[in-house]
């Protein structure tokens, strides 16, 4: 029996040292290698995950901007507490805090 095993393991030999080379080389050394595809696949699952939270930002974004741009009121309050706008004759005292940001109330 083992004359048997070891005649046909020399017969194929070269081709079972062959096959094992190239799935060693398709899972560590290609371009698209098992390895590859493993970060690619973290790349995409981290991009599905971004692309999520700037859709809800987005969204958040735009029921902002329709509350704003419907009354000429809160218009008025967004200006001059983001971009720190003021009417004529008007005095305006900005507050930073520590890292010399200005402060917001929300």
Same mark, same amino acid.
């Given at each position: 029996? &083992?004359?048997?095993?070891?005649?046909?393991?020399?017969?194929?030999?070269?081709?079972?040292? *062959?096959?094992?080379? +190239?799935?060693?080389?398709?899972? +560590? +050394?290609?371009? *698209?290698?098992?390895?590859?595809? %493993? $970060?690619?696949?973290? $790349?995409? =699952?981290?991009?599905? =995950? #971004? =692309?999520?939270?700037? #859709?809800?930002?987005?969204?958040?974004?735009? &029921?902002?901007?329709?509350? %704003?741009?419907?009354?000429?009121?809160?218009?008025?309050?967004?200006?001059?507490? &983001?971009?720190?706008?003021?009417?004529?004759? @008007?005095?305006? +005292?900005?507050?930073? $805090?520590?890292?010399? @940001?200005?402060?917001?109330? @929300?």
């Amino acid at each position: 029996m &083992k004359k048997i095993i070891s005649s046909r393991f020399k017969d194929y030999q070269f081709y079972i040292i *062959s096959a094992g080379l +190239f799935i060693v080389w398709l899972v +560590f +050394f290609d371009r *698209s290698s098992l390895l590859t595809q %493993i $970060d690619l696949a973290m $790349d995409l =699952k981290n991009l599905a =995950k #971004e =692309k999520a939270f700037y #859709e809800s930002e987005l969204e958040s974004i735009k &029921k902002e901007e329709k509350a %704003i741009l419907g009354d000429m009121n809160s218009l008025e309050k967004f200006a001059r507490e &983001k971009y720190l706008m003021k009417k004529e004759g @008007e005095t305006v +005292f900005v507050l930073v $805090d520590e890292d010399n @940001e200005p402060i917001k109330e @929300e």
